[in-house]
T-cell receptor, first 114, second 119 residues
Framework: RKEVEQDPGPFNVPEGATVAFNCTYS??????FFWYRQDCRKEPKLLMS???SGNEDGRFTAQLNRASQYISLLIRDSKLSDSATYLC???????????????FGKGTHLIIQP | DAGVIQSPRHEVTEMGQEVTLRCKPI?????LFWYRQTMMRGLELLIY????????DSGMPEDRFSAKMPNASFSTLKIQPSEPRDSAVYFC?????????????????FGSGTRLTVV
């Protein structure tokens, strides 16, 4: 069973604050992890890949914890333009080694307030 | 590159009518995916193709849904007959991919979606 679970929010955060959200996944064999961003009535867009060692892209930091099967996204010095829905994305690997398409969480809604 | 192109952007149709959604992937991408998004269920994978061949259609809700990819630059998703519960945003996405699909090096590029309303 494929499951990617996220807190739907909304997270209401003042501009300039730091905000973090987590996501848990059920398939321990999953190999690829991403965060996507989706603006209202728009398509999802790749924000960043998540690597085992953790990775940073400007104000955004992604972490992967394979033992606990969760990934996290940290946004520092949040901007009004960060308001969006953030989708946690995982690929699923079958026991036979075949892989499936990416599975998306339902997203966490973030609202940055002035 | 123009990105993934979907048409139409919006479609309103009456229950029972046939609906055809179209997608042009990014040139050179060998994977193509059809997703459906609703508030209740989020983004659901319907079907995906590799080199124009359907690989997994287990997400297709029922026989009313069918998808084709006659060549590397075009795919269709057809619903016949349509029902009100099919109302959703349908996204097409493409990827360079590699094994396993969607590996760390590549995410997916989505089209702008088709907002389907069945009344």
């Amino acid at each position: 069973r494929k499951e990617v679970e996220q807190d739907p929010g909304p997270f209401n955060v003042p501009e300039g604050a730091t905000v973090a959200f987590n996501c848990t996944y059920s398939n321990s064999a999953s190999q690829s992890f991403f965060w996507y961003r989706q603006d209202c009535r728009k398509e999802p867009k790749l924000l960043m890949s998540v690597y085992s060692s953790g990775n940073e892209d400007g104000r955004f930091t992604a972490q992967l914890n394979r033992a606990s099967q969760y990934i996290s996204l940290l946004i520092r010095d949040s901007k009004l333009s960060d308001s969006a829905t953030y989708l946690c994305v995982v690929n699923y690997v079958y026991s036979g080694g075949g892989a499936d398409g990416l599975t998306f969480g339902k997203g966490t809604h973030l609202i940055i307030q002035p | 590159d123009a990105g993934v192109i979907q048409s139409p952007r919006h479609e309103v149709t009456e229950m029972g009518q046939e609906v055809t959604l179209r997608c042009k992937p990014i040139s050179g991408h060998d994977y193509l995916f059809w997703y459906r998004q609703t508030m209740m269920r989020g983004l659901e994978l319907l079907i995906y193709f590799n080199n124009n061949v359907p690989i997994d259609d287990s997400g297709m809700p029922e026989d009313r849904f069918s998808a084709k990819m006659p060549n590397a630059s075009f795919s269709t998703l057809k619903i016949q007959p349509s029902e009100p519960r099919d109302s959703a945003v349908y996204f097409c996405a493409s990827s360079l991919g590699e094994t396993p699909v969607g590996s760390t090096a590549y995410g997916y590029t989505f089209g702008s979606g088709t907002r389907l309303t069945v009344v």
